[in-house]
């Protein structure tokens, strides 16, 4: 556990700043109120809808399914990476059939969602 004193005190002295930084702007910053200021900035413009509409559920059928492949990058990304290390020590094998069952795991999601029609923008 030695090895990990460093982690600790970066992780204390990184608390103790952003503890330290909201209890000055709590104390120090100013705390004048008007109706401008409580309204929602929107690039310098005032609204033109409600921010409390509803969504079409496609949005986040896209937004999952960005997820999904985002997270396949990045398992798929570092394994494609090291895979001839791998081969080098005799885990070759194990490693590309994981990979493989993995990305039809992904796969079969995909269809399936395209199937459902999460992928059409009508």
Do not use: H
Request: charged share 15%.
């Amino acid at each position: 556990m030695a090895e990990y004193w460093g982690l600790g005190l970066f992780t204390l002295l990184g608390t103790a700043v952003v503890t330290l930084f909201m209890v000055l702007t709590t104390w120090l910053g100013p705390k004048l109120v008007f109706p401008e200021k409580q309204e929602p900035f929107e690039c310098g413009e005032r609204q033109v809808v409600s921010p409390y509409q509803r969504f079409n559920v496609k949005f986040y059928m896209v937004a999952i399914s960005f997820i999904i492949f985002d997270v396949e990058v990045v398992f798929l990304y570092p394994w494609a990476v090291v895979f001839n290390d791998f081969i080098g020590n005799g885990a070759g094998w194990y490693a590309y059939i994981s990979m493989m069952v993995f990305l039809f795991v992904l796969s079969v999601g995909l269809a399936y969602e395209w199937m459902k029609g999460g992928l059409d923008w009508n």
